[in-house]
């Protein structure tokens, strides 16, 4: 494949923050990608290159711009792009650093997702096979549509209140993405009225996420607004949770500090028992800080004797843990290095892939591949800085991930990726 022109610009996210799109043209047409950001980064992701001078509060990308037009663009534009992995490798050479901080990571991912959307183009297939064919030289992986995972309560990070868990994700139980996408609307557009009534208009208002982003303080509150909701509609039964609790954010000097208290991770170890005894949590998010290895093994060994031995716990009492999923993001950040630090200390059965947090599609696929192998849930997720574009879409598909999480079933940018979705799901019905 001969790339005729690479060109990149400065656009806006869906924060209102610059970000990158490029433009990649090949004899099949044009082919473009743009780059998410996030607001609760982990200190070990590749690096995001912003200008940092007091345009645009310093987060301007025209560097990264720069990189792709002056630095990426000469060695590869009207040469013979063989393949993803050959591209990928040109542009790591021409970083040359660990941390992706010569180009920046946002540079590097943007061409990298447009070459893949421009080498499935030259295949004349569509983006989520050519991405399983990928991942297949790997592992065989049949195309299946993943679990969506809706963000329906924004705290942390993401909204201007006073919860401490970032992200309350309902998870419906259907058989099918569209089933899905329709529970998880009608719980949402339910949780509108019920915070309206009980608490007030300004209840409403949203998060980076398009979640509501009501004044409430515990996860209790917010889950129990939920379940409201749901079984106003009925579909109780057919809602699981999973939390991103985002734990690095609030971990100060070695404690959790939280709405609730201030925790040591035993404490806030035992806090999570209490919270899924009490509710369907099917899954956790970084429930302790990214270091926090400790933590981190503790709740997954308190897991692993109750999935050995096949039986009950004794704690916590009633419900069934040992499906719980303990989720990296932070922690393992789709870093080969930190996802197999993470096995070797057994400090979580699951992980989230970012592509943006390590800048190519390749090394993406390497660690999907690493997770899999160790038989980890993977979830396949947007940032809470988006674009209009649905490439995790199609990753999401072509590697058979578990779960996808792209926000509320609501605003345009996270909407794109729901939609994206539904289209595969009829295309692979045909
Ligand atoms: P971020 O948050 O995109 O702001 O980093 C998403 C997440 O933590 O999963
Ligand atoms: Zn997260």
Redesign the pocket.
């Given at each position: 494949m001969k790339i005729l022109s690479l060109k990149a610009r400065e656009i806006l996210d869906s924060r209102g923050n610059p970000t990158i799109e490029v433009e990649l043209e090949t004899h099949k047409g044009k082919f473009i990608a743009g780059v998410p950001s996030?607001?609760?980064?982990g200190k070990h992701e590749a690096l995001e290159l912003r200008d940092g001078e007091s345009r645009r509060n310093g987060l301007g990308v025209l560097k990264a711009v720069k990189n792709i037009e002056e630095i990426i663009a000469p060695e590869i534009i009207n040469q013979d792009v063989i393949s993803q992995n050959s591209l990928d490798q040109l542009i790591l050479d021409l970083d040359g650093t660990e941390k992706k901080s010569k180009l920046g990571a946002n540079a590097m991912v943007a061409v990298s997702m447009a070459a893949c959307r421009a080498l499935a183009a030259e295949k004349d297939v569509p983006l989520y096979q050519y991405i399983n064919e990928l991942f297949n030289q790997k592992r065989e992986q049949p195309l299946a549509l993943p679990r969506p995972c809706f963000n329906v309560i924004n705290g942390g990070?993401?909204a201007g209140n006073d919860l401490d868990v970032?992200?309350f994700m309902v998870v419906p139980q259907a058989d099918t993405f569209a089933e899905n996408l329709e529970i998880g609307a009608e719980v949402y557009q339910e949780l509108k009225s019920v915070l309206k009534n009980k608490i007030g208009p300004s209840a409403i208002n949203v998060g980076d996420e398009g979640g509501f982003a009501p004044a409430l303080k515990y996860p209790e509150e917010a889950m129990d607004f939920i379940l409201e909701a749901s079984k106003n509609k009925g579909l109780q039964e057919k809602i699981k949770f999973i939390l991103?609790v985002?734990a690095s954010q609030f971990f100060e000097n070695g404690k959790y500090k939280t709405q609730m208290g201030i925790f040591t991770g035993v404490g806030l170890a035992n806090y999570y028992f209490d919270l899924i005894s009490k509710y369907p949590i099917i899954g956790i998010?970084?429930p302790f800080a990214e270091d926090d290895f400790d933590s981190w093994s503790l709740l997954i060994s308190r897991l692993l004797p109750i999935r050995q031995a096949g039986k009950t716990p004794a704690y916590p009492a009633g419900r069934q843990v040992s499906k719980l999923a303990v989720v990296g993001?932070?922690l393992t950040v789709t870093n080969q290095q930190r996802i197999k630090l993470s096995k070797e200390k057994e400090a979580c059965n699951g992980m989230?892939l970012k592509i943006n947090q390590i800048g190519t599609i390749t090394e993406a696929l390497e660690s999907a591949s690493l997770a899999k192998g160790y038989e980890w849930k993977i979830i396949v997720?947007h940032?809470?800085?988006e674009t209009g574009d649905d490439f995790i879409s199609d990753l999401a598909v072509g590697i058979g991930a578990e779960f996808i999480k792209s926000g509320a079933p609501a605003r345009g940018e996270r909407a794109a990726k729901y939609n994206r979705l539904l289209k595969i799901e009829s295309e692979l019905k045909q």
């Open positions: 996030g607001a609760s980064t990070a993401h970032q992200e991103d985002a998010e970084d993001d932070d989230i997720s940032r809470s800085g």
